[in-house]
């Protein structure tokens, strides 16, 4: 890394922005030199907290602060703008997930990030999370065999202060839903473990909460080496659950969650268990520390948005399987998000 640390400004004060101001306080090589939220007595509060200066406008920050690199966590769908106006100030951006909630809005940004030649990095930190690195191996090497299924479970509950407290919260628009905010996260553990999705046929519906996006969800997916998949999802039922992860093959089973492995068994025996050390500060503050080593190296970042675009096309294939009734091919998405290559 180089000597003179990146100057990081966050657009969002909410719990988020101060998820990463913490993260960024445990970063060697790393400032924060500016915060902006559209509320401001939030800005000046998390100004006054982080020792930065504040703002109310994005543009403000992006003018005034002198910015390497800027952290994006406003809700779902106030991403883009942002995006589009750090990447034409050659501003390098960490952008909290979904990268956006249409697939027009996630085209706008990689194709602003791309054009300027800026760094568009997603977060997507439970990837490192010690039992998902063990399952992707383990699967990957063939350890179940041929894999037939693959599912993830997120069942959560929020209660109604939830969607109270945020006005955005389950909103449409900025929102979007159970898929996006709460079950991205598995879903993209999902297919990173099992590899590409090539179809998805999937409902969802507002079934216990007021409000304008799905709190509940189904996905039956078909995955591009022919097993098959299933998504649950929902924040209206009790108790609340840890995600889970099962994945089926034609010599064994491995079922995880996010702290430990449930089950693993191959040809009818239980098989050892050796978990990856966990990051010592843990994973948010592993990728944020990514992210500012890939800024000053000039690399790619941990997850690219091609990577994580391949989650989120899972979600924008399942709206528009719900709207039509009938399965959609995730391609059919397409978008400029895909044209990058993107193993992981």
């Known amino acids: 890394m180089t000597e003179t640390p990146v100057r990081v400004g966050i657009v969002g004060c909410s719990s988020m922005g101060r998820s990463h101001a913490e993260a960024l306080a445990a970063v060697d090589g790393a400032d924060l030199v500016g915060c902006a939220d559209h509320t401001a007595e939030t800005a000046r509060s998390f100004g006054e907290t982080y020792g930065c200066p504040s703002y109310t406008d994005?543009?403000?920050?992006?003018?005034?602060?002198?910015?390497?690199?800027?952290?994006?966590?406003?809700?779902?769908?106030a991403h883009r703008d942002i995006v589009v106006d750090a990447a034409a100030d050659g501003i390098d951006?960490?952008?909290?997930?979904?990268?956006?909630?249409?697939?027009?809005r996630v085209d706008d940004m990689v194709a602003a990030c791309r054009d300027a030649g800026v760094t568009l990095a997603c977060i997507l930190q439970r990837r490192l999370f010690p039992t998902m690195q063990f399952a992707r191996e383990m699967v990957r090497d063939g350890r179940l065999g041929r894999l037939v299924f693959a599912d993830v479970r997120v069942k959560w509950h929020r209660d109604r202060s939830y969607y109270d407290v945020s006005s955005w919260h389950g909103?449409?628009?900025?929102?979007?839903?159970?898929?996006?905010?709460?079950?991205?996260?598995?879903?993209d553990l999902?297919?990173?473990v099992a590899g590409d999705v090539s179809r998805v046929a999937g409902t969802g519906d507002a079934l216990y909460h007021d409000i304008d996006a799905p709190d509940?969800?189904?996905?039956?997916?078909?995955?591009?080496?022919?097993?098959?998949?299933?998504?649950?999802?929902?924040?209206?039922?009790?108790?609340?659950?840890?995600?889970?992860?099962?994945f089926n093959g034609t010599e064994g089973t491995l079922r995880v969650t996010e702290t430990g492995v449930e089950l693993f068994e191959v040809n009818g025996e239980q098989q050892p268990v050796e978990l990856p050390e966990p990051r010592p500060d843990g994973p948010h503050v592993a990728q944020i520390?990514?992210?500012?080593?890939?800024?000053?190296?000039?690399?790619?970042?941990?997850?690219?948005?091609?990577a994580a675009r391949k989650g989120l096309d899972i979600v924008f294939a399942a709206e528009v399987s719900d709207s039509r009734g009938e399965w959609v091919s995730v391609s059919s998405?397409?978008?400029?998000?895909?044209l990058e290559d993107a193993d992981d």
């Open 289 to 306: 520390r990514d992210f500012v080593a890939a800024v000053s190296e000039g690399r790619p970042p941990m997850v690219s948005p091609a």
């Open 58 to 77: 994005h543009a403000a920050l992006l003018a005034d602060a002198d910015l390497d690199a800027v952290c994006v966590c406003t809700p779902n769908g």
């Open 171 to 187: 909103s449409a628009d900025l929102d979007g839903g159970v898929l996006f905010t709460q079950a991205l996260h598995g879903i």
């Open 93 to 104: 951006v960490l952008c909290e997930k979904p990268l956006e909630i249409t697939p027009d």
């Open 216 to 246: 509940t969800a189904a996905l039956s997916l078909r995955f591009e080496g022919g097993a098959l998949g299933q998504v649950s999802a929902t924040t209206a039922t009790r108790p609340q659950q840890p995600i889970s992860l099962e």
């Open 190 to 192: 999902l297919q990173w």
């Open 333 to 338: 998405i397409g978008g400029l998000g895909n």
